[in-house]
């Protein structure tokens, strides 16, 4: 069943119809539908899109990819919700890319492939590959990880040594089959058994009651993270960058298990990761990898200690969330009065603080609101 509420609340409208036309700072541009200079436009939050010639009505984010596409709203809200397509911009008026339909798992050759994995990994290229990137047995087993010696990489169409990936739901029916290749003979990095989908990984092993959630992408960092936490950390990964119905399903996991547990979001672009914040609300801090280094790569450098004290820094900094929540008020200045309540957030908290730094950034937030606030004016 598709959950259609779920979709509109993930997916970002303004984002998505980015794809298909420019939209100026007022989020008004050309139409994708019956083209203009700025009739089309983004409304009620961000939430609806309506044209002045050709959709007075207009419509959500699923409304305008099966607009766009000429597809049934299902058929849109399965594109957007497919991975492969989502990352993928195709412009309007081209031929409808409804792709084939995709094929269901089979079970019992997934079951296969999770089993034989698990028996031949222990003394595999694959354990050793795991424990250089920091893994330990422990975590492995926990995960049902195994080794294929020779996975079929479709690229460079040779045989290579992977690691086995399963993708478990909580019921623990299995959702896909991922292999990480695991040597240099190939650039593909990863492939997955017919039929796979990559909503979610970890679901199956969520703890009943963690200290803290936490979100990131690729199998390898969820991996990674779980070494450093143990079993006192829920920890999802949403597969590929930008893999917007694994943000969908992950914030429902979450919010749906652990109302009031902290939630970390990791992603490697900064505005998914704003983005996905809004889905989650609460108590969600955005974390930013230092220097660029992923989960593995300061699991490797810096241990499970240093990569605990990165994802949580003595647990929360509420100047911190609060800092956070002011930069996405500065960045959605869209009048005078969301200015002035913005700004009236902003002097409160500047009088709690302190330390010089983070009053420069409070105040360079402020000068950023107020230029807003002047090219609205004008
Ligand atoms: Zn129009």
Not at 313 to 339: C, G, N, Q, W
């Amino acid at each position: 069943m598709i959950d259609f509420q779920a979709i509109r609340e993930s997916i970002d409208l303004t984002e998505i119809a980015g794809r298909y036309t420019t939209l100026n700072r007022y989020l008004q541009g050309p139409c994708p539908l019956c083209g203009g200079r700025d009739r089309f436009y983004i409304h009620n939050g961000g939430q609806r899109w309506g044209c002045r010639r050709c959709n007075e009505k207009g419509g959500d984010v699923i409304d305008l990819v099966a607009l766009c596409h000429k597809m049934s709203k299902g058929e849109a809200a399965r594109w957007l919700t497919g991975d492969q397509h989502v990352t993928t911009p195709v412009p309007a008026r081209t031929a409808a890319p409804k792709g084939p339909p995709r094929s269901a798992l089979d079970q019992d050759v997934a079951a296969k492939v999770i089993q034989r994995g698990i028996e031949l990994l222990p003394s595999s290229p694959g354990l050793t590959y795991a424990v250089s990137r920091g893994l330990s047995s422990e975590t492995l087993d926990r995960y049902h990880i195994g080794f294929d010696p020779r996975r079929f990489d479709p690229r460079a169409k040779v045989r290579r040594p992977a690691l086995v990936i399963p993708w478990l739901n909580t019921d623990g029916t299995i959702s896909g089959v991922k292999f990480r290749f695991t040597d240099a003979s190939g650039d593909l990095r990863y492939t997955a058994l017919k039929g796979s989908s990559s909503i979610l990984f970890g679901a199956n092993v969520l703890p009943p009651d963690p200290r803290v959630c936490v979100v990131v992408e690729g199998e390898l960092n969820a991996l990674s993270v779980a070494e450093a936490f143990g079993r006192d950390s829920a920890i999802l990964s949403i597969g590929p960058k930008g893999n917007l119905a694994g943000i969908a399903a992950a914030s429902d996991l979450i919010r749906g298990r652990y109302a009031g547990v902290p939630v970390v979001l990791w992603l490697d672009e900064e505005e998914d990761a704003r983005r996905a914040r809004r889905t989650f609300g609460g108590t969600t801090v955005a974390l930013k990898s230092p220097r660029g280094l992923d989960a593995n790569a300061i699991l490797v450098a810096y241990g499970g200690a240093g990569l605990r004290e990165l994802v949580m820094p003595s647990e929360h900094d509420p100047v911190l969330t609060e800092i956070a929540a002011l930069r996405e008020l500065a960045d959605r200045v869209r009048s005078k009065a969301d200015y002035l309540s913005f700004s009236s957030r902003l002097e409160s908290l500047y009088d709690q603080v302190t330390d010089e730094k983070r009053r420069a950034i409070l105040r360079r937030l402020q000068a950023e609101a107020e230029k807003l606030l002047v090219s609205i004016k004008r």
